[in-house]
């Protein structure tokens, strides 16, 4: 009985579904339990009355709360861009509403046929209208939670060649 507790436990049954099947002393020819965690069924790989073994992916389950943008970026430009850099991204399914995102991730290699870098950007997704695949457009805003500085038009610098003038 021990070892088939613990066959029942590897294979991530609740202790009270078997404490429920030891105390009812019957074999049951089949075995429900809820899944690991809460989300959107993304694909399913069993049927009902199907045998499964120990490992064997059943439900594959995303939680769509946050979601990831992949932005393919430029290999010039991703010197520009590092963990934490703000990014804003317009999905082409909604052309009017813009999302604010974060970069939590640069892959570590460029694509030879493209030049370009992966570049991850997690986006919140309360309400589970961002779908993958989508495609967006996405603007990169490095430096934006550094402090403003004073910038002014090339044509108002004087340049004397030994010092630079601006007239207010």
Do not use: C, H
């Not at 460029?110 to 370009?116: A, D, I, M």
């Not at 992966?118 to 495609?135: S, T």
């Not at 457009?137 to 060649?161: C, Y």
Request: hydrophobic share 40%; net charge negative.
């Amino acid at each position: 009985i021990n070892g088939a507790m613990q066959r029942l436990r590897n294979l991530g049954v609740p202790e009270s579904r078997i404490k429920e099947v030891r105390d009812a002393g019957v074999n049951p020819r089949t075995l429900d339990w809820l899944a690991p965690a809460s989300g959107v069924v993304l694909s399913k790989r069993v049927i009902n009355g199907q045998r499964v073994d120990a490992g064997e992916e059943l439900y594959r389950i995303a939680d769509l709360s946050t979601v990831w943008v992949i932005a393919d970026v430029a290999e010039s430009d991703v010197g520009t861009i590092n963990p934490g850099t703000r990014a804003t991204i317009t999905f082409r399914a909604y052309p009017n509403e813009p999302v604010e995102g974060q970069v939590t991730l640069i892959y570590p290699e460029v694509k030879p046929e493209t030049r370009t870098v992966r570049v991850r950007i997690e986006v919140p997704n309360p309400d589970g209208r961002l779908k993958a695949d989508m495609y967006a457009d996405v603007l990169f805003r490095p430096g934006a939670d550094e402090a403003a500085v004073v910038a002014v038009p090339n044509s108002a610098v004087i340049d004397s060649g030994s010092q630079q003038i601006v007239f207010v």
